[in-house]
């Protein structure tokens, strides 16, 4: 797989992750996606976001980490970098 393709398989992976934690599957979420951008997305849904998408990638996050998460796109970046992206 090319480097766009785990891009875009890592997105797709953090985009259903993301509409399942927050029971809104035609959620559109796209990497310049931020919490702020959802209605419903708040700091519990958050923590949980996060706890799933560790879980998927098989990656544990620094509290450093988590509190660099931007947007949907950081949290790409450190599923790339660190995860099990074929997982």
């Known amino acids: 797989m090319s480097n766009s ?4 398989a890592v997105l ?12 809104q599957p035609d959620l559109a979420i796209e990497e310049h996606t931020t919490a702020a951008d959802v209605a419903g997305w708040d700091s519990m849904a958050h923590v949980q976001i996060i706890i799933a998408a560790e879980k ?11 509190g660099n998460v ?4 950081s949290l790409v970046d450190i599923a790339l970098a660190r995860g099990r992206v074929g997982a």
């Open 5 to 8: 393709q785990d891009r875009a």
């Open 12 to 23: 797709t992976k953090i985009r259903s992750i993301i509409q399942t934690e927050l029971r």
């Open 56 to 66: 998927a990638f098989g990656v544990r996050l620094k509290v450093a980490e988590i």
């Open 70 to 73: 931007e947007n949907v796109g």
